[in-house]
C-alpha cells in the first residue's frame, strides 16, 4: 500500500511540474471563481475542487471494493 501511494504521489508531483503543457490546467477551468478589485484579487477554484473530488472518491470507491 506504502509503495503504491509512493507511486502516486509521484506521479502527481510530475502532473503538477509539467501542468503548463496539459490541456487541462488544474485551477484554471470554466466556473472557478475570480473576482478582481482594485488592490487585490480573490480567486477560488470552485470546479477544480469538485473535480477533484469527484476522482479521488471514485479511486477511493474503487480501492474499498476490493
Known amino acids: 500500500m ?3 501511494l509512493g507511486l502516486a504521489l509521484a506521479a502527481l ?3 503538477i511540474s509539467f ?5 487541462i490546467r488544474l485551477g484554471r477551468l ?3 471563481i ?3 478589485g482594485k488592490h ?3 480567486y477560488f477554484p470552485l470546479v477544480t ?3 477533484i473530488s469527484v476522482i479521488l472518491s ?3 470507491w474503487l480501492m474499498n471494493r476490493r
Open 2 to 4: 506504502l509503495i503504491v
Open 13 to 15: 508531483g510530475v502532473v
Open 19 to 23: 501542468g503548463e503543457r496539459l490541456p
Open 30 to 32: 470554466p466556473g472557478d
Open 34 to 36: 475570480v473576482i478582481r
Open 40 to 42: 487585490s484579487v480573490f
Open 49 to 51: 475542487c469538485v473535480l
Open 58 to 60: 471514485l479511486v477511493l
